[in-house]
């Protein structure tokens, strides 16, 4: 029978990439409305993974160069004896955390002081009858982790409290940054918590708003989805405009938050890093294209979700 | 092309709309269904097309069984199939040509392929004058034409109408009726599922009467045959 040639002849066709692309933008016009509602909540969501993924990036980075500042100050007291301080200095320089120790004395504490802190007006300093500050040693560590571990055995050593500026509360003759870091890192986490939530949300409304929009497609354009069946257009010639219209209002989305996310990086950072001189906060460009491709790729996998489970409920094919 | 045996398809619990039929449909053949509403045609029509499977038996159409076949191979089953109805089924932004050629587009046919058949196509049902006519621009008559020039463009080895001319009068059906006609020439298998009995009896062609969903009668060269 001749009709069987046929029939396997029928199977290579050729996909018509114009067709695909002018139904989707079509459908997308003829309901802007619900597709700017499914627009502007994956918007939304991916502003906000965008948000927390940069800002927990700036605070790592953060954190990682406040850890390399991690040091250990002991402020020693005037008139400390100079083989009590070299006792110490020797005990720690033993010490297999410690990667090396540096001793200040009070004017070049003050000297410091004069070119950091103070200056914009070293006048003040010139004018001071005393030098008020205490010479200090100045413990590095090989791994910041190990600071408290360290600062115990510092307290622990008897010739600490020998030349400590203050031996009645010797916490206080001690500096370290590990204050710092945890407070950071509790700050971070709680971040990614109440992100995390957030995202997961919106994601949920997203999916139920391509749905609708999916839906809403689907049932405009049912004459022309019967007529294809009838004459034989495959199923995913069928799907694929559905398909394509839930990824175009994502990626509509996506770019809309990297739009958004750029200018605050653009115009906001750099008046962040003016105002808080003292920690680095950037972004590389590595990061920013890592940032771009998680939205782009949430939002392609967000817009597939979403049409797909709109065409199991409402397309038979 | 067509061969059911032992077929039999229940909706739900009720009643059976088809019980126990057997028919064999050569290829080229000219074929009426005929037989009161409710009593099956539809459901035939529908089994033949793979909308529906059959509760039992088996079915055969151009060569593949219907039942053991792949959902994913059903459209390029429906490709060999060309379908008419009642209500046309056009698409009213369209016109006549673009109607015509949606069905080649959705089928990935080239445009060289569409710009030679569907002209073609329809100056074989007599529509070359309207080609840029919308649908509700066409008569009833003329717009039945469209959808079977559609139905043709593919040139399906098989043709099914399920009430073609319900919808038109008389004179016009007879029109109809005469294009099938001349589609079956080319040799093309055509089945009309009607309940037009003056159309029925004039062709004299072979007839196949259902009732509550049985064959009762399988005849050459038929009438309607039935008693109101």
Request: charged share 20%.
């Amino acid at each position: 029978m001749s009709s069987v040639t046929r029939i396997a002849g029928c199977t290579v066709m050729a996909i018509n990439v114009g067709y695909f692309v002018r139904e989707s933008v079509q459908s997308f016009r003829r309901n802007w409305v619900m597709s700017l509602g499914a627009v502007i909540t994956i918007y939304l969501s991916l502003l906000i993974v965008g948000a927390s993924v940069g800002s927990s990036m700036i605070v790592g980075q953060v954190v990682r160069s406040v850890e390399e500042k991690v040091s250990i100050r002991i402020f020693l007291k005037d008139g400390a004896a100079p083989a009590d301080v070299d006792a110490l200095n020797k005990a720690l320089v033993g010490d297999v955390r410690v990667k090396d120790v540096k001793y200040t004395s009070k004017e070049e504490a003050l000297e410091e002081l004069k070119k950091t802190t103070l200056a914009d007006s070293p006048e003040i300093v010139d004018q001071l009858e005393v030098n008020p500050l205490p010479a200090s040693l100045d413990v590095n560590l090989k791994k910041p982790q190990d600071v408290n571990a360290v600062v115990e055995t510092i307290k622990a050593n008897p010739g600490f409290l020998k030349v400590a500026d203050r031996p009645d509360t010797p916490e206080k003759s001690l500096k370290y940054g590990q204050q710092i870091v945890n407070q950071l890192f509790a700050f971070t986490s709680a971040l990614r918590v109440i992100g995390a939530v957030f995202i997961i949300m919106l994601a949920v409304i997203s999916l139920i708003f391509i749905n609708n929009t999916i839906r809403l497609a689907i049932y405009a354009r049912r004459k022309e989805i019967g007529i294809m069946r009838l004459v034989g257009a495959s199923n995913w010639f069928i799907r694929t405009p559905f398909l394509l219209e839930g990824v175009l209002q994502s990626l509509l989305g996506a770019f809309l938050a990297l739009l958004t996310l750029g200018s605050v990086q653009w115009f906001l950072l750099p008046k962040l890093k003016e105002s808080i001189s003292f920690l680095p906060v950037s972004l590389s460009a590595g990061a920013s294209v890592q940032i771009s491709l998680i939205l782009i790729l949430s939002g392609v996998i967000i817009g597939l979700a979403g049409s797909a489970v709109a065409l199991r409920r409402y397309l038979k094919v | 092309m067509i061969s059911m045996r032992n077929v039999s398809k229940t909706y739900g619990a009720d009643k059976p709309a088809l019980y126990d039929v057997n028919v064999e449909i050569e290829q080229g053949e000219f074929v009426f269904l005929v037989g009161h509403s409710g009593s099956g045609k539809s459901t035939f029509i529908r089994l033949l097309q793979r909308e529906l499977l059959p509760s039992e038996g088996s079915i055969v159409v151009a060569g593949q069984d219907l039942t053991r076949m792949k959902n994913w191979k059903v459209p390029f089953l429906r490709r060999n199939i060309g379908c008419v109805f009642q209500d046309f089924k056009l698409l009213p932004n369209k016109t006549t040509y673009e109607n015509v050629a949606f069905a080649l587009e959705v089928i990935g046919r080239s445009k060289h392929v569409i710009r030679t058949q569907v002209p073609e196509v329809l100056r074989l049902v007599g529509l070359e004058e309207k080609i840029n006519s919308y649908p509700d621009e066409l008569s009833g008559g003329e717009q039945q034409r469209v959808s079977i020039a559609r139905a043709f463009v593919n040139r399906p080895p098989l043709l099914l109408a399920d009430e073609p001319t319900g919808n038109l009068d008389p004179a016009t059906s007879l029109g109809i009726m005469s294009l099938f006609s001349r589609i079956n020439k080319t040799g093309t298998t055509v089945l009309v599922a009607t309940h037009d009995r003056e159309m029925v009896d004039s062709m004299r062609k072979r007839v196949i009467a259902l009732e509550n969903g049985r064959v009762i009668r399988d005849q050459d060269r038929g009438v309607y045959g039935y008693g109101d």
